[in-house]
């Protein structure tokens, strides 16, 4: 079952060139402009939990959310929570559209029934070299695919906050010290690559010790 | 063919679909008078990159201000009125010759809005997300910033609550500028890290 969902891009190849524009507008259509809008009040009105209106957008159909902008994925995301949250029907969405209104897919994941307990000191230290687990996971993570399994190095902590594995499968809250970790372009790409590295910010549960 | 067999309707085009999000809200009294123009105005008026560039600016003219926002980003970019949403927690990266630094979110669109607005759509698409983690010194050249061999690139996946900020070098010959003459330099694309000045 393809459980790692179709957001998770980073080192993915084939894409092309980037259409990179400078003076890019803020929206480029009106309809951006009010999906943002829409997006303010769907998640207003429902409180999603945190991580929730993320794995809306990660649940979407991997064909659409590859080939649409993501101020449609915003819209897409917010009619979703607005459908499971009951403010309406895919039923009320589809007939005033006049046309399909494609939704994020069902949570695959289990509801988070204990979130664990909080974790109050950092397992790791700054400089300390460290693991990314390697795991994949069915619900929402912050964790990318790219750097599973891979050793990098603690370069700085930036305090604790909530799981977001935890919070967007459940109204428990787990909060864990947080980790900036630099991986060598050459350990997770092995291309001979020199003087890249990539960082990427972790919480304490995702990474173990190297 | 068999009773259940479901032929999905075509999609409906998309400014179709965003009104019909919007009168079902409507309807149900969720939207407040005059929020969907106020938002749109508000993003496309007051919260972008200008205001990043006013950091950038004093940063290279107060060397103290400087060491503020090295040391840490979230107050010394609130010392100008600058906080909030996608905010909270901001790192602030220095280039200088031998290192430069470019931002990226490889799982959404995570980016600093207090300080440069919402992202440009190439930011939140696939290729910049896919590449810039891969081959960030291929990608920026393509971009048009091509870096010497020596200098070091960071790449920064904007993964968890910390939004970043590249502190672009300072260009030569501008000694002497103001602090508003400076901001007029700084562009949206170097506090990403994607152009040098």
């Known amino acids: 079952m393809p459980v790692d969902g179709i957001h998770d891009l980073g080192g993915m190849q084939g894409f092309g060139a980037v259409d990179h524009a400078p003076a890019e507008p803020v929206f480029h259509e009106p309809w951006e402009g009010r999906a943002r809008a829409l997006m303010e009040v769907v998640l207003g009105a429902v409180q999603p939990n945190g991580g929730e209106f993320r794995h809306a957008i990660e649940r979407m159909n991997p064909g659409h959310y590859l080939t649409s902008s993501y101020y449609e994925h915003w819209l897409t995301a917010a009619a979703t929570l607005a459908v499971e949250h009951g403010l309406f029907t895919r039923e009320d969405l589809e007939a005033r559209a006049g046309g399909a209104f494609p939704l994020g897919g069902p949570v695959l994941a289990p509801p988070a029934t204990d979130p664990g307990a909080d974790l109050s000191e950092p397992r790791f230290r700054a400089g300390d070299q460290v693991r990314v687990r390697e795991w994949h996971p069915p619900g929402h993570t912050r964790c990318p695919r790219y750097i599973r399994g891979k050793t990098g190095m603690v370069v700085r902590l930036d305090g604790s906050y909530s799981v977001p594995d935890v919070e967007a499968h459940s109204s428990g809250r787990r909060h864990e010290p947080t980790y900036s970790v630099r991986f060598d372009a050459a350990e997770l790409w092995s291309d001979g690559q020199r003087s890249v590295c990539v960082h990427v910010d972790l919480w304490d549960s995702y990474l173990e010790p190297a | ?197």
């Open chain 2, 1 to 197: 063919m068999s009773e259940g067999a479901h032929h999905p309707a075509a999609m409906a085009p998309v400014e179709q679909r965003v009104a019909a999000l919007e009168a079902l809200l409507t309807e149900r009294g969720l939207i407040p008078e005059g929020f969907i123009d106020q938002t749109i105005h508000r993003y496309e008026t007051e919260i972008g990159p200008m205001n990043g560039a006013r950091v950038v600016a004093r940063a290279w003219a107060d060397p103290r201000y400087r060491q503020r926002l090295l040391a840490d980003g979230t107050a010394a970019i609130a010392e100008l009125g600058f906080g909030g949403a996608e905010g909270h927690h901001m790192v602030v990266v220095e280039n200088t010759p031998a290192v430069h630094n470019v931002i990226v979110c490889t799982l959404c669109s995570c980016y600093p809005w207090p300080t440069l607005g919402l992202p440009p759509a190439w930011y939140k698409d696939p290729p910049y997300r896919a590449r810039m983690v891969r081959e960030p010194r291929v990608l920026l050249a393509e971009m048009g910033c091509e870096l010497p061999e020596a200098t070091e690139i960071r790449v920064w996946d904007s993964s968890a609550e910390v939004r970043y900020l590249v502190l672009p070098q300072r260009p030569a010959g501008t000694e002497g500028m103001t602090e508003a003459d400076l901001a007029g330099l700084v562009t949206r694309d170097s506090m990403i890290g994607v152009a040098r000045l």
